[in-house]
């Protein structure tokens, strides 16, 4: 018999040699339908594996990211069947799960895929996974392997198994389709239910432009076909919400070759969204105690060596400029400045927390292949702070720290996030992470605690830590489901002591303080990227770039409406008169491309009654009210900054 720990902390015992579908069997027939793969001690594994010693054991579903990646590449094996079906010939490189889905690559000998191919691959797909086969394993020595791809003649597969021992080869085999794969894959095809193929391109093989270009399609499939439809409406709504294409339209950003890649220009009415998304958080901040410091663009490379960004970091840092013989480097991160402000006066426990907060420019040096719109830049701002604390307030500063996370998810209208909590690996103290058990610990159970008592969704990672302390991936999910990460909230035992900051404690000795990094808001950068496809580029009145437009039927009514929109600019409203000879039709679709709030529309009746006629984005006429009264509303509206 065999004891077998579930993720709940229960233990059952079972025959020796028993699977984790047995197990599942056992438990319920429903849950048997839904298993994909398990992990044993941690490793994902087939279902079929048989299970010979006391084991912890998760059951993999659909619904977990384990399950996802194991059904994605189990369906790139299909797809591989299907290719074959249809390219006799066809010669495979590897076929692995992606973010959302999974990709082939492939020889097809000179032919070449077309669009009505990529459907009648699905079709097939779809006949073969009907078939409900199995995935069968079987171990097998690295001779017979490299005869039966010798007989194949499949270059690629001979070059995969060339780097493989005897005793690590397995074959796996779905219907007509063998390949050399070490797994994990699902338990029959019968669980693919929607397939769609995506994209064709082009791939060198093993990435390098030398050699020659493979044929890589993409796909994506589902358990059922109602996911699959949301899933390809999520993309086509993404599509239109791309930031990229709403941030030239609405005038946000731009990007200039003599400036360079990855250097964003922020255009007048982006300069409006980032001057808001400040006075949130220096409003925020101030509230919370924070106070503020500006530090310079450039540092001397000795701060860097101290910091240990050099040599670490170095290929993320622009190259260095020499000055009076001295290396300067452009800021990759803004923590090194701030710690030379604390360290700037002599610090008593009364100082403490000290937070310090500047939303700090930083230069990366991304990749040019990187690159790509808001989300990877070389310039970024980031909202910025550097808490420093004993241990005794860590907690109280570590769950601050995450209300006003929380607190900024419900202004932007943020309903789904998760915080990934990833710890360090007890067995890599003093290499990967820094030689403190006890402070990890301590640190890390804190965090929990904070964690779980503020009710905040959170997976815990291990052995994915920084190297000086815990760390938190906030994960949020716009509003049409996708997937964006936030920022990062840390915990520092080690930059304190690398720069020798201590202050004077109750005993009146010196210790080194906690440090928390943090940033709720990201970048700019990033941050207004993701707003811009949460929001449709529909920004809520207080952040929009233009709040009023205000519409004059008429030049007869032009004087009137200039002097509504002068009470609207000295109440704070960022308003505007179309006083074009245009007609008001034209002017009102003119206005909703723009995607700004509110229109009031000015006439004769208007006039007269020192009234206007309101029109609100997304919502159309929402009739005549007196200035004073919209004035009102505008004023509550942006103060209360109401996410519409
Ligand atoms: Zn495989
Ligand atoms: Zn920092």
């Known amino acids: 018999m065999i004891n077998v720990r579930f993720p709940d902390g229960a233990v059952r015992t079972y025959e020796k040699g028993i699977t984790p579908m047995a197990i599942a069997k056992s438990i319920s027939e429903g849950l048997a339908k839904k298993v994909i793969a398990a992990s044993v001690d941690g490793v994902v594994c087939d279902a079929s594996t048989p299970l010979n010693n006391d084991i912890a054991l998760k059951l993999h579903t659909w619904d977990d990211a384990e399950g996802k990646s194991t059904f994605w590449h189990s369906s790139a094996h299909l797809l591989a069947e299907a290719v074959e079906s249809l390219f006799p010939g066809v010669k495979f490189w590897v076929g692995p799960a992606v973010d959302k889905g999974f990709y082939y690559d492939m020889d097809l000998g000179g032919r070449h895929i077309s669009e009505e191919n990529l459907l009648s691959l699905e079709k097939k797909m779809n006949e073969l996974a009907a078939k409900n086969s199995p995935y069968i394993k079987k171990e ?276 789904k996030y998760v915080m990934r909590l990833s710890l360090h690996d007890p067995a890599k103290l003093g290499q990967k992470y820094i030689n403190e058990p006890e402070l990890w610990k301590e640190t890390e159970e804190m965090v929990r605690k904070v964690l779980i008592e503020s009710n905040i969704p959170f997976v815990e990672v291990p052995d994915e830590g920084a190297f000086y302390g815990p760390k938190i991936d906030v994960q949020i999910w716009s509003a049409i489901g996708r997937e964006f990460t936030l920022a990062t909230n840390q915990v520092d035992f080690a930059q304190g002591r690398r720069f020798g900051l201590q202050y004077t404690n109750k005993d009146n000795q010196a210790e080194t303080p906690l440090i928390i990094h943090r940033a709720p808001l990201g970048t700019h950068e990033r941050f207004i990227g993701f707003l811009l496809e949460h929001y449709a580029g529909k920004f809520p009145v207080w952040l929009a770039p233009l709040q009023v437009k205000i519409l004059p039927i008429s030049d007869k009514f032009n004087a009137y409406a200039r002097r509504v929109n002068q009470q609207l600019l000295e109440a704070g409203i960022r308003s505007e008169v179309d006083d074009r000879g245009e007609k008001v039709g034209k002017k009102i679709r003119d206005t909703e491309l723009m995607k700004i709030p509110y229109m009031l529309v000015i006439g004769e009746k208007e006039q007269t009654e020192n009234s206007v006629s309101v029109r609100r984005q997304g919502k159309g006429d929402m009739g005549q009210c007196a200035v004073s009264e919209i004035l009102s509303t505008l004023t509550s509206e942006i103060k209360n900054r109401q996410n519409i």
């Not at 970024?380 to 209300?403: G, P, Q, T, W």
């Open 140 to 415: 097998i020595s690295k001779s017979d392997a490299i005869a039966y791809f010798t007989e194949k003649g499949d270059e690629y597969k001979l070059d995969l198994l060339a780097g493989l021992q005897d005793g690590e080869i397995t074959f796996y085999t779905q219907g007509e389709f063998t390949d050399l794969c070490r797994g994990p894959h699902i338990p029959h095809t019968g669980l693919i239910k929607a397939i769609k193929l995506t994209s064709i391109a082009g791939a060198y093989w093993k990435g390098d432009e030398k050699n020659k270009q493979l044929t890589r399609v993409y796909g994506v499939t589902f358990p059922n076909q109602k996911e699959l439809d949301e899933h390809l409406q999520m993309l086509e709504e993404a599509k239109k919400r791309d930031h990229r294409k709403l941030g030239k339209e609405l005038g946000i950003f731009t990007f200039d070759d003599d400036v360079g890649p990855g250097l964003p220009l922020w255009m007048p009415n982006g300069t409006v969204v980032i001057e808001e998304l400040e006075r949130l958080a220096k409003e925020t901040e101030s509230a919370a105690g924070y106070k503020r410091v500006v530090t310079p663009h450039i540092a001397k490379e000795s701060m860097y060596l101290t910091s240990g960004h050099l040599p670490y970091y170095q290929d993320s840092m622009y190259p260095p400029m020499e000055l009076e013989g001295v290396k300067y480097y452009l800021k990759a991160m803004n923590c090194p400045h701030h710690h030379k402000i604390f360290s700037a006066e002599s610090r008593s426990y009364k100082d403490l927390p000290l937070r310090l907060a500047e939303y700090g420019t930083c230069y990366r040096y991304e990749q040019s292949g990187e690159l790509f719109g808001l989300m990877r830049v070389r310039c970024l701002h980031m909202n910025d702070a550097h808490i420093y604390c004993s241990k005794e307030d860590f907690a109280n500063e570590f769950r601050a720290v995450n209300d006003m996370y929380i607190k900024y998810f419900n202004i932007f209208g943020i309903d």
